[in-house]
Structure formats: structure tokens, C-alpha cells
């Protein structure tokens, strides 16, 4: 779960820093695609019996709105993909 967490970030701004804006997206898509293995990884947890359900709500709310964010900047750089 955390190599998830830390490659969400890491796949941001490894793509904020390259210097096209097709790239990025991509970087942008992977970030998205570890969002979605934490999640996978946080029901496994909680099916386990390792976390309650009402333990990882909170984590699925902060997931779901990394994953919004990320739709959203996707959807922002799109028209500078495809003009």
C-alpha cells in the first residue's frame, strides 16, 4: 500500500517534469492506475479483516478525490494533446 501511495505522487511529478505535455498525460494515467491499486489493495485490507469498514472510508474518500483530481487535469491537458 505504500509503494502505491508514494508511486501516485511520484508518477505527477515525474511527468510535471518532463517537457511535453502527451507525456505527462501518460505519467497522469499511471499515477491514475496506482490510485486504483490502492484502492484494490485497501478492500483486500479490509476484507482480511485487517481494517473495518469504517476504517477505511476515510481512505476510500481521499482516493476517490486523488482520482478526481487526476481525471480533471487529464481533461485539462487533452485539448493541448489533441488541438
Known amino acids: 500500500m505504500n509503494r502505491c501511495a508514494v508511486s501516485i505522487a511520484s508518477n505527477i ?4 517534469g518532463k517537457n511535453n505535455t502527451k507525456e505527462f498525460n501518460n505519467f497522469l494515467g499511471i499515477a491514475s492506475g496506482s490510485s486504483c491499486e490502492l484502492e484494490t489493495q485497501l478492500v483486500i485490507a479490509g476484507r482480511l479483516g485487517y481494517l473495518s469498514d469504517q476504517e477505511c472510508q476515510p481512505f476510500f474518500e481521499s482516493i476517490n478525490e486523488i482520482q478526481k483530481m487526476i481525471y480533471n487535469l487529464q481533461k485539462t491537458l487533452q485539448p493541448k494533446i489533441d488541438p
Open 13 to 16: 511529478a515525474e511527468g510535471a
